[in-house]
């Protein structure tokens, strides 16, 4: 989930166990989501998007699901594998702020061989 | 495609030195952004445009200043480094379109001493 304070949230899963990684957002206005990775000493990732007027949507692998009655966001990786282990973040744009996207702070995943 | 390019990958400045952080795209993408990432964290915005010769502010923009001479090249520019500047910069681009994702460069590690 999302961190307020300096340490980011960690997880941790065995390989081919499944992860669910979730994220908190506040502002009813927001109306696009994604999901990034990101690698030590990279640049994040594109993982998956959803806009608004969806509930879920279907990568290779990833499932994002979105509820807006309780502004949460969570990104499923099905048969986790090691190199999955990253930090993994959500991004959400807001319709009243043009094209700013705002971004959380990141969940460590860490997979177990 | 190279995709999002960006120079240098580590600098160290002193306090008060200036220097312009490098960011390049060739996917002919309307839209650029710069952000700095500190440890705890999300991604927050410094400053972004929109199409050549547009720029605007983002969350964080003091220190900061850019300039958009050309679709590809998003130059940012520390005036006079200070020791909060000490962050990993990433720049970002995509197109205009309202759900479209960004894809971020590889990121310059700066230190300011």
């Not at chain 1, 290779?60 to 282990?85: F, M």
Request: charged share 15%; proline share 4%; aromatic share 10%.
């Amino acid at each position: 989930g999302e961190s307020v304070g300096l340490h980011l949230p960690t997880l941790s899963v065995q390989e081919g166990d499944n992860s669910i990684i979730n994220c908190a957002y506040s502002n009813s206005a927001s109306d696009y989501f994604i999901w990034y990775k990101q690698e030590s000493g990279k640049g994040p990732q594109f993982i998956i998007d959803i806009r608004s007027n969806m509930d879920k949507r279907q990568g290779q692998r990833v499932t994002v699901l979105l509820n807006k009655t309780v502004k949460h966001l969570s990104l499923q990786i099905a048969a986790t594998q090691p190199g999955d282990s990253a930090v993994y973040f959500c991004a959400e744009k807001r319709s009243n702020t043009g094209n700013q996207f705002y971004f959380g702070t990141g969940t460590s995943l860490t997979v177990i061989p | 495609n190279a995709g999002v390019t960006q120079t240098p990958k580590f600098q160290v400045l002193k306090t008060g030195q200036s220097m312009t952080l490098q960011c390049a795209q060739d996917m002919n993408h309307e839209y650029m952004s710069w952000y700095r990432q500190d440890p705890g964290m999300g991604l927050r915005l410094i400053h972004y445009s929109v199409g050549a010769g547009i720029t605007d502010q983002g969350e964080v923009p003091n220190g900061y200043n850019v300039s958009r001479s050309t679709t590809e090249d998003f130059p940012l520019r520390l005036l006079s480094a200070a020791p909060s500047q000490t962050s990993v910069y990433f720049c970002a681009s995509k197109t205009g379109g309202i759900a479209d994702t960004q894809y971020f460069g590889p990121g310059t590690r700066l230190t300011v001493l």
